[in-house]
């Protein structure tokens, strides 16, 4: 039984103070980081850490995050929706979901 919501997440988001909107990106976070698998190994006060310096982004469903060939210092943690990896033709090679990173 899966619960349906009238609102979706950015629209919530939106409505949110700073101080709100920063507290829930860090709980949400939280389990982001503690169940990738790119961080196991690490210990629970070395993913506190990361939690701390993480910052949460939002894109709408046609941004391109990053094109083929662009240098980018950034690392993406899905925490909603998905996100297509695409051809420069637009050919989809890869979707991936909640908690799966690039």
């Known amino acids: 039984f899966n619960a349906k919501s009238a609102l ?15 507290d829930v990106a860090h ?7 503690f169940d990738n698998k790119l961080f196991r ?13 993480l910052r ?17 210092e950034a690392m993406f943690i899905i925490a909603s929706g998905h996100c297509d990896i695409t051809q420069e033709n637009g050919a989809v ?4 979901g909640w908690g799966q990173s690039f």
């Open 8 to 22: 979706d997440e950015k629209t919530v988001m939106a409505d949110l103070s700073s101080k709100l909107k920063d």
């Open 56 to 72: 949460p982004v939002f894109f709408d469903a046609e941004d391109y995050i990053v094109r083929y060939g662009e240098e980018t």
């Open 27 to 33: 709980y949400m976070l939280d389990e982001l980081v």
């Open 93 to 96: 090679l890869e979707t991936l």
């Open 41 to 53: 190994g690490m210990t629970p006060s070395q993913l506190s850490t990361l939690t701390n310096v």
